[in-house]
């Protein structure tokens, strides 16, 4: 199931202001990255009308690797997939409710991915094979568009992002996009591996 979701990645390099979304991101940069894992608590659902997506993943300079939670029916769907170059059919997923722990997981073997999303019995895999795409960052975004982030929070518990290099030179070097609330906690750097004990967007 495809959907036509603006990726950072997108508006940095071709300046697009398509949907006009606004970004809520909390990032980590690294060299390459090799996996993504963790907990998603799922969101509140924001009110009626515009486009909410929340989403973790790893993104490269053609495209980003997502476990996207689409609202914008009313009711909260997640699904796995790669929106840039080489144009892919999305993933699997499925419906999740406010409150719900989904376990996500990306996984790298050279030019292939493995996406994986787990919860309350229901599971989604989606086997992605991605050429020459280096994913150099980690996100964990809130994209909306013609809705304010005033629903929430979104919390990632347990997050596991592996690299090819020492974790120890980026670990500790947050970024983020927008003026929003929110907290990182416990981000211990463990071989090229940085575990992070929770991230909380929109924490007020």
């Known amino acids: 199931m495809a959907f036509p979701f603006i990726a950072l990645f997108v508006c940095a390099i071709f300046s697009l202001s398509v949907g006009a979304a606004d970004w809520y991101t909390v990032e980590w940069d690294a060299p390459q990255?090799?996996?993504?894992?963790?907990?998603?608590v799922i969101p509140k659902l924001?009110?009626?009308?515009?486009?909410?997506?929340?989403?973790?993943?790893?993104?490269?300079?053609?495209?980003?690797?997502?476990?996207?939670?689409?609202?914008?029916?009313?009711?909260?769907?997640?699904?796995d997939g790669f929106y840039?170059?080489?144009?892919?059919?999305?993933?699997?997923?499925?419906?999740?409710?406010?409150?719900?722990?989904?376990h996500f997981t990306f996984t790298s073997s050279g030019d292939d991915w493995t996406a994986t999303l787990s919860s309350n019995g229901k599971s989604a895999s989606t086997k992605l094979t991605i050429p020459g795409s280096t994913m150099n960052r980690a996100i964990f975004a809130a994209e909306l568009t013609?809705?304010?982030y005033n629903f929430g929070p979104t919390i990632y518990r347990n997050v596991k992002i592996t690299a090819t290099t020492a974790?120890?030179?980026w670990?500790?070097?947050?970024l983020h996009l927008g003026n929003y609330p929110f907290t990182v906690t416990g981000n211990v750097a463990s071989g090229n591996t940085c575990n992070i004990a929770s991230i909380t967007q929109n924490s007020a």
């Open 84 to 102: 840039g170059t080489p144009s892919l059919p999305w993933g699997n997923g499925f419906n999740v409710n406010p409150g719900d722990t989904v």
């Open 171 to 174: 670990c500790g070097k947050i």
């Open 33 to 40: 990255f090799t996996a993504l894992s963790g907990d998603m």
């Open 167 to 169: 974790a120890s030179g």
């Open 46 to 79: 924001p009110n009626p009308g515009g486009t909410p997506y929340v989403w973790p993943a790893l993104q490269s300079n053609n495209g980003v690797l997502q476990a996207v939670c689409d609202g914008r029916s009313g009711t909260w769907w997640i699904g």
């Open 146 to 148: 013609g809705i304010p």
